[in-house]
Every structure is written in structure tokens, then in C-alpha cells.
């Protein structure tokens, strides 16, 4: 490091340099996340020195944990849920492994996931040395049930069903797949990572949460579609002992045991997470998820107009598209999923002014196409 420091005025132009490089959120379409509701940011702020791996230190800060995960679980129908808030979906889904793993007790276990799954559980098989079986997915992006009862054996510890996939925006049947894991008594997780956030917000929305008796632990994140400031993630369960399979024993801390994948763990976010709800409420959320879904609508019909065809109506604001023949204005960040179809996650910071410039853009390649 530099033996002197530097005056603070220079190190905040460099800071600014550095932040110039970012892309601007405008034309970011392809993000899971987005710009944080500025009660999040001022909350964060507050809180930002705590930390929840110590949370006798911070009492207060550790119920402002209770109550986000509280709050979440009434949300999901089991107001009785327990948790608490991790880095993101991916440690949520690693520590539900987790637990599966070690409440079944089986020798050589295997988890069988659909083949829509983030990428997070390779990795969660991976460090906890599980085989992972893959389930191919219907027409319709959804995992096939069929499929998925040909891959459960004795081994199975853990099922895992999507509430809102990472590419195409879809809900696995997952009262179908409660059901199953519920009479062959198998740990079932949901992935709710994206739609935990969205589905309690929409009418008619698949079921997916603790309303359904299969469901044992669902991940959720506010850092997504719950607009708090990064990392805010949750891991809800239905039983506590399932929770406490994971503890170990912290003795010079202010709680003698923990069953957190960190040690150290940010308050900051976690209060941020607690903000946008308490702030917004049911009828706040509800607006800006409609919204959300209103924008993927639009957007679909103006790619529709042009010829570009949907690949799915999707059950979250994810929307796809068949590949365009035209490449889409490099100063829109877009993503294309494993099957090469253009992806765009309509969230908050997309808003209609957003979908309609973006559409512009490509109603100009359009014309000059047919032209
Ligand atoms: N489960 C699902 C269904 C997800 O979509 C994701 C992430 C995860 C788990 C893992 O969550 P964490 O990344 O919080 O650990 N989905 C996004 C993705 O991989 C994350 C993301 C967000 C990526 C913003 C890029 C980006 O710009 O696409």
C-alpha cells in the first residue's frame, strides 16, 4: 500500500472515475437487481457498522433481523417461520442443502433439482458432496413432475423446486412437487429467490409458499425484487430443529452457538430490506410489482409488433424473446440465456419511460430491416 495517504478530495475524483465505468442503470436490462429504494440507502447507512454475527452486541439490530424474517414469513403463509437473513440466494440454498443433508441422515444422498435451477446449487453440491441429479423441464420451462418422481430414490434427501427461474421467469408446479416430497417424507426447498418477492403480489399467482404442508425452507431475496441496498438474502423455514441442525458452538461470542454460513454478518442490509417493507407495505409492493408486470407486458406486445416473438408468457417479470435478427443497440445491457433467447428482466428501475426508449431503439432496426 502507499506509505502516505492521499488528501480525501483526491481520493473521492478517483473514487468518481471509477464509478463512471459502472454502466448507468437505464440501460441495464438484464439484472436481478436495482437501484435500492432510498429508504433502504438511509437505512443502511444507520445500521451500517452492525454486525449480526454478534448480535448480542447489537440487540436491537438482531430484532430488526426477527422481525424481516416475521414479516416475510406471514407473508408466506406461516407466520411462525423461522430464519434469518443471508448474503443472497446462493448461501440460501447452500444452507438449505445443508440441512437437508444432515436432518435425513443418508449415507450417499442425492438432491434432485430441475434443470432450470440457478447455479448455486452446483456449487451447494459441489462443497457439500452431494450427487446432483438434473429433471428436464415440459415445453413450458416448468420441470416435468413425471420426470422428477423417475429421479427420486431411498437417497433423496433433498427436492428442490423454482418459484420464478433465473432465465424464464417460470414457477415450477410446486403444490404437485409438495405433494410428492410430502408423502415420500423428503426435505423439499423452494427457490423463491426471484418470486418470493413478486408471486405474494400478483392475483392468481401459482402457489409456492408455506401454505402448502411439502414445503419444509424457502430463499427468498430483498437484494432482488425487495429493492434493499446488497447483500439481503433470507433462508425461511417451517421447523426450527431444521435450522438448529446446523449450529455450532461459538463460545466467546455473545451467543454461545450459530447456525449462519458468515461469521460476520451485515446489519446494514438487513435493516435496509426491513425499510422498503415497513415503508411501502402490502399495498406499496403491490404497486410497483404490478407495475413491474405491466412493463413486461408492454414490452412483449412491442416486440411482438416488430415480429419478435415471445419465447414464454412468463409467471415473473422476466421476459424472453426468440432471438432477434438484428443484434440489439450495444448501449442496452442485455442477457441471452443457455439457449441463446434474448432475456430481459423488467425490474423497478426499468420503468415504462425505459421500455418505450428500449423499443424505439429497436423499432428503428425494425424499419431499417424492412426498409
Ligand atoms: N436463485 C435464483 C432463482 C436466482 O435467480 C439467483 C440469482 C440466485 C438463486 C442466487 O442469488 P445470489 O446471486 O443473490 O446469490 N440470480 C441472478 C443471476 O444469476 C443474480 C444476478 C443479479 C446476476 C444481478 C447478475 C446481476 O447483474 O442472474
Given at each position: 500500500m502507499r506509505s502516505k495517504g492521499i488528501p480525501e478530495e483526491d481520493l473521492f475524483s478517483f473514487f468518481e472515475t471509477k464509478k463512471l465505468q459502472d454502466k448507468n442503470h437505464l440501460y441495464i436490462l438484464?439484472?436481478?437487481c436495482t437501484?435500492?429504494?432510498?429508504?433502504?440507502?438511509?437505512?443502511h447507512a444507520l445500521f451500517m457498522e452492525t454486525n449480526l454475527g454478534d448480535p448480542g452486541l447489537f440487540p436491537g439490530t438482531a430484532s430488526l433481523e426477527r422481525m424481516l424474517i416475521s414479516r416475510i414469513?406471514?407473508?408466506?403463509?406461516?407466520p411462525d417461520a423461522c430464519g434469518y437473513a443471508t448474503t443472497g440466494g446462493t448461501e440460501s440454498n447452500i444452507q438449505a442443502l445443508r440441512i437437508a443433508r444432515a436432518t435425513a441422515g443418508i449415507p450417499s444422498p442425492n438432491v434432485v433439482i430441475p434443470e432450470s435451477a440457478h447455479f448455486s446449487f452446483k456449487k451447494a453440491c459441489d462443497m457439500i458432496g452431494v450427487e446432483m441429479r438434473t429433471v428436464p423441464l415440459t415445453r413450458d420451462y416448468r420441470v416435468d413432475c413425471d420426470r422428477y418422481m423417475d429421479s427420486i430414490d431411498s437417497n433423496t434427501c433433498c427436492m428442490v423446486g423454482i418459484a420464478g427461474s433465473t432465465e424464464y421467469g417460470m414457477v415450477d408446479p410446486i403444490r404437485d412437487l409438495a405433494a410428492i416430497a410430502h408423502r415420500e417424507g423428503i426435505f423439499f426447498h423452494v427457490d423463491a429467490a426471484f418470486g418470493g418477492m413478486v408471486l405474494p403480489f400478483l392475483k392468481d399467482a401459482p402457489e409456492f409458499d408455506f401454505s402448502l404442508p411439502g414445503v419444509m425452507s424457502i430463499a427468498v431475496d430483498p437484494h432482488k425484487m425487495g429493492m434493499s441496498t446488497i447483500p439481503a438474502g433470507c433462508l425461511l423455514l417451517r421447523n426450527e430443529n431444521?435450522?438448529?441442525?446446523?449450529?455450532v458452538d461459538t463460545?466467546?461470542?455473545?451467543?454461545?452457538?450459530?447456525?449462519?454460513?458468515?461469521?460476520?454478518?451485515?446489519?446494514?442490509?438487513?435493516?435496509?430490506?426491513?425499510?422498503?417493507?415497513?415503508?411501502?407495505?402490502?399495498?406499496?409492493?403491490?404497486?410497483?410489482?404490478?407495475g413491474c408486470m405491466k412493463n413486461t407486458r408492454r414490452l412483449t406486445h412491442g416486440m411482438e409488433s416488430y415480429g419478435i416473438r415471445p419465447v414464454v408468457i412468463p409467471d415473473v417479470?422476466?421476459?424472453?424473446?426468440?432471438?432477434?435478427?438484428?443484434?440489439?443497440?450495444?448501449?442496452?445491457?442485455?442477457?441471452?440465456?443457455?439457449?441463446?433467447?434474448?432475456?430481459?428482466?423488467?425490474?423497478p428501475h426499468v420503468h415504462?419511460?425505459?421500455?418505450e426508449a428500449f423499443l424505439d431503439d429497436i423499432g428503428e432496426q425494425y424499419v431499417e430491416k424492412t426498409y
Open positions: 438484464s439484472s436481478m437501484l435500492p429504494h432510498p429508504v433502504a440507502v438511509k437505512a414469513g406471514t407473508l408466506f403463509h406461516n431444521d435450522l438448529c441442525s446446523l449450529s463460545p466467546y461470542l455473545t451467543v454461545k452457538q450459530e447456525f449462519t454460513l458468515s461469521g460476520t454478518r451485515p446489519g446494514g442490509s438487513v435493516a435496509g430490506a426491513l425499510a422498503v417493507l415497513e415503508y411501502l407495505g402490502y399495498e406499496g409492493m403491490e404497486a410497483i410489482v404490478q417479470n422476466v421476459a424472453t424473446f426468440e432471438t432477434p435478427e438484428t443484434p440489439v443497440p450495444s448501449r442496452w445491457q442485455v442477457s441471452y440465456t443457455r439457449n441463446n433467447h434474448l432475456r430481459i428482466v423488467c425490474m415504462a419511460g425505459v421500455i
